[in-house]
Every structure is written in C-alpha cells, then in structure tokens.
C-alpha cells in the first residue's frame, strides 16, 4: 500500500462526558487556568430520542478545546457515560513548558488534589504531570525533553522496525527510561 501523504490539522476538540459540570469548570477554569468560552445548551433527536443537554467548551490554546457534555435527563448520562473505568492508558495529553507544568502541580497541591488523583513519570523523551478530572479523565501535562527533536528522528527512522518487532513477539524495551 503507498503511503498516504501527511495532511495539515490541528485538534478542534475533545469531548467528554461529565455528571458535575461546575465541578469540572472549576478544576479547568480555576485551577488548571483553561478558561470556559462557550457553553451551548441544546435540545435535539439523537439516536431516536430527544435529548436535553449543555455542551461546554476549555481553551486549551492555539483555537484548541476541551469539551463537556452534561445531559439534563439522568438516563441519558448513563446511555453515554462518563462511567469508564479508571486507566492511566487512556488520557489526553497535553504539551506544556516547565513553568507551566509547575504552577499546574502547585494549584493542584493548593486546591488538596494529591496522590493517588495525580501522578509524575519520566518517559525519557518527556517528563509528565498526570491528573484525574471531575469527571474521571485523565489529563497529561507533559514537557519535551531538550533534545526531543533529535529523540524523535531517531525514533522516526525505526518506527516500522519496532512495531513489526513487537508484533513479531520480540517485547524487549526500547526506551531506556523504562529499562530494568
């Protein structure tokens, strides 16, 4: 198969679903500093019923968003979550630079959101500051490492080997941050 060449995009949005809209209003707007800038209310047929609901919008930077929905109709919170279960594998990651990362940790610290809600790893090519919200998402604050423009040509140019590898059953770690 060609490869498809890359396109040009950036995120829109990420939604999620919550039960407590102020409670994530004020983990994003307050403490993490993502200010709201829309909150649509809408009453539309979805999936053969009418659903009642607002739909929330965080400025993440750049025209970027995180959004919520909270459904008015408790049955339709339970048709469509937030009930997933608790996984540091699905997140949402954001790029942030150190001074940034920092305050975020020290507002989180202020506002008594500690262990085991929040967490830092070293990944070698970043080091993240993970938090889960109000609504159980977890959220990534991650800063590059110095040389990550060097660290990702190098992982560019073995990519295809080491998924194949992978797949192949070869699971030996590439990442040297991770060895044991």
């Known amino acids: 198969m060609a490869a498809v060449a890359p396109i040009q995009s950036r ?3 990420n939604a999620h ?3 407590d809209m102020e409670a994530v209003r004020e983990f994003y707007e307050d403490i993490i500093g993502f ?5 649509w209310c809408e009453q539309t047929d979805l999936f053969g019923k009418v ?3 607002m739909h929330c919008f965080f400025d993440i930077g750049n025209g970027e968003s995180l959004a919520f ?3 008015a109709d408790e049955e339709d919170s339970k048709e469509f979550g937030p009930e997933l279960p608790l996984s540091g594998f699905r997140h949402l990651a954001m790029k942030v630079d150190q001074e940034t990362q920092d305050g975020i940790r020290d507002r989180l610290a202020a506002a008594g959101i500690e262990a085991p809600q929040t ?8 080091y993240s500051l993970y938090v889960f919200d109000p609504a159980n998402l977890l959220i990534e604050f991650t800063v590059d490492h110095d040389d990550v423009d060097q660290i990702n040509d190098d992982k ?12 192949a059953g070869d699971h ?9």
Do not use: M
């Not at 790893?121 to 970043?126: F, I, R, S």
């Not at 073995?158 to 992978?166: G, I, Q, S, V």
């Not at 030996?172 to 044991?180: G, T, Y």
């Open 11 to 13: 995120l829109h949005h």
């Open 17 to 19: 679903v919550c039960t």
């Open 35 to 39: 200010p709201l800038t829309a909150t």
């Open 51 to 53: 659903r009642t609901y």
């Open 69 to 71: 929905f909270q459904f």
């Open 119 to 126: 967490y830092i790893l070293n990944h070698g090519y970043c």
């Open 156 to 167: 560019k140019k073995t990519a295809h080997e080491d998924l194949k590898r992978w797949l």
């Open 172 to 180: 030996s770690p590439n990442n040297e941050a991770f060895h044991r």
